[in-house]
């Protein structure tokens, strides 16, 4: 595992896989610009999720400043969850997966510096889910799209996915784009309130995403973290007290035999494109 060497940046004394989720840090503001790249399309696999805990255990550890959270690729910000681990999984490997995507949303949700999602690319499933576990989300339009579509893959979204959703855009509107599978496009995410501001490109996401963080290096660190953890207690301590009951539940449900085929129709569409 070797470390970050990058001339404007610091680099972190346990940097995750670089191959995986790259970090530079700007020595000046302390703000941190992690980008996804899992090539092609950032899918989430249980690799992927434990990158993306060590990177934040790093970015708690040295005190980071803020996150920017972006994707190496042009076109997608994360694909979501990797189908290939619920497409007839391994027992044990399966269980890993579900447990590291709980720990590393639980450290994202929680991070006690401020987040934000420079989305420059297409953000479904996890990937919003990524997004709306930021405290802002800048998107790139306007023809990138954004939403928590699990139900048109027959897969249910859980309760800390729903709530997220509910914590950004409220009951009715989460209630509705949830049980249709919605993507939103850029517009209508941004009327809606799912993402904060729209760029014309990844530049501008980022530099968006810095004139947000910007203000907090005048605020009280504590103050700040604890104010935010404050408001998401509630949702991360669900989680908390459920992790064994939500990983039952998920295990119930990936390996029954209707939510499988659902996968293979859905991996066969995929081959046809």
């Known amino acids: 595992m070797r470390l970050l060497n990058i001339p404007r940046s610091r680099a972190y004394s346990a940097a995750a896989d670089e191959s995986l989720a790259k970090v530079d840090v700007n020595s000046k503001t302390g703000i941190a610009v992690v980008s996804m790249q ?36 042009p076109t997608v910000f994360s694909a979501g969850l990797d189908i ?26 929680g991070s006690s510096f401020p987040t934000v999602a420079a989305i420059n690319g297409h953000s479904p499933a996890g990937g919003c889910l990524l997004a709306l576990s930021c405290e802002y989300r800048v998107l790139v339009g306007p023809k990138n799209t954004i939403g928590l579509n699990e139900t048109k893959l027959g897969i249910i979204a859980p309760k800390w996915f729903m709530d997220c959703m509910r914590n950004v855009i ?29 760029a014309t490109d990844k530049a501008d996401a980022i530099a968006r995403a810095e004139q947000f963080l910007a203000p907090f290096a005048k605020v009280p660190a504590m103050a700040r973290a604890f104010t935010k953890q404050g408001f ?24 029954q035999p209707q939510v499988q085929q659902g996968l293979e129709l859905y991996l066969q569409s995929l081959k046809k494109k």
């Open 38 to 73: 899992r090539l092609p399309v950032n899918s989430l696999n249980l690799e992927m999720l434990q990158a993306l805990g060590n990177t934040l255990d790093s970015l708690e550890k040295d005190k980071c400043r803020g996150m920017i959270l972006t994707s190496e690729s």
């Open 84 to 109: 290939m681990e619920m497409y007839k999984p391994k027992p044990e490997r399966v269980k890993q997966f579900w447990t590291t995507l709980q720990s590393s949303w639980l450290k994202l949700y």
């Open 170 to 198: 409220g009951e009715r509107q989460a209630e509705l784009a949830l049980t249709t599978g919605k993507m939103f496009t850029a517009d209508e995410a941004l009327k809606v309130g799912l993402v904060d501001e729209l």
């Open 232 to 255: 998401r207690k509630e949702t991360i301590d669900w989680l908390k007290k459920n992790q064994e009951q939500d990983l039952q539940t998920f295990l119930n449900y990936v390996n």
